[in-house]
């Protein structure tokens, strides 16, 4: 007499057999996850500059002067005096009237908030600032080396008259200074790549980074060093 129950492991045979052949695909489908990402993960940092030396093709040079007493028609009239001999003083130098500009009048009643011997000798102190803004740098400068006869005027410059030198045709050069920062910072890419027997893949991220004005020294503030720094990362292959 036989027996037709069927056998009671043959269905755990069968999922066992399941259970093993997915953790098999699943490893299989893992592995090749991983080994996508150890090779997209293995990149390289790195740093490119590049610099420029240039000459400055703006200066704006502002001339604040005061001047102080008791009255008022009077203090008036010794600044536009002073004003009319900082015009003249840059006229002579070769400057266009277009290239000069007075800055409206500040007057200060330094007695309206002291009292007693708490007050100053003179009451008022009137003045304003004559600047120029001029392209013709070279000739600023010889100026300056002569602004000492504005003492000798009579006129008596304030604080804060130290010229102002800028560089305005960055754009004209700024493409070829990201091409050579770019450039310097594969070279150095390729030569980690070969370090570390690896090759250079394709640019994982880039970053132009900053474009810095800079004097070059304190003795010539109208010579400036444009300097770019880009910032590159690059895939590793085997």
Request: glycine share 8%; charged share 25%.
């Amino acid at each position: 007499m036989t027996d037709d129950r069927r056998n009671p492991s043959l269905p755990l045979v069968l999922v066992a057999l399941l259970l093993a052949l997915g953790v098999a695909t699943a490893g299989w489908f893992a592995a090749q996850g991983m080994a996508r990402l150890k090779t997209q993960d293995r990149y390289v940092t790195v740093k490119g500059s590049a610099e420029r030396i240039v000459v400055a093709d703006l200066l704006v040079w502002p001339l604040p002067h005061s001047v102080g007493g008791n009255d008022l028609a009077e203090v008036q009239r010794r600044l536009d005096a002073n004003t009319a001999a900082i015009r003249d003083f840059f006229l002579q130098a070769g400057f266009k009237a277009d290239e000069i500009v007075v800055s409206p009048p500040r007057l200060e009643d330094r007695w309206a908030y002291a009292y007693g011997d708490n007050r100053p000798p003179e009451r008022y102190r009137y003045g304003n600032t004559v600047s120029l803004r001029t392209n013709s740098v070279d000739k600023a400068l010889a100026a300056l080396r002569r602004s000492g006869e504005l003492v000798g005027r009579g006129v008596m410059i304030g604080e804060g008259s130290q010229p102002d030198f800028d560089y305005t045709k960055l754009n004209d050069i700024k493409p070829a200074l990201i091409a050579e920062a770019t450039a310097n910072a594969r070279e150095s890419a390729e030569q980690f790549a070969k370090d570390s027997g690896a090759r250079l893949g394709g640019i994982r991220s880039a970053n132009q980074g900053v474009v810095t004005i800079s004097d070059r020294d304190q003795s010539s503030p109208q010579v400036k060093k444009v300097r770019v720094v880009t910032t590159v990362e690059y895939f590793l292959k085997d």
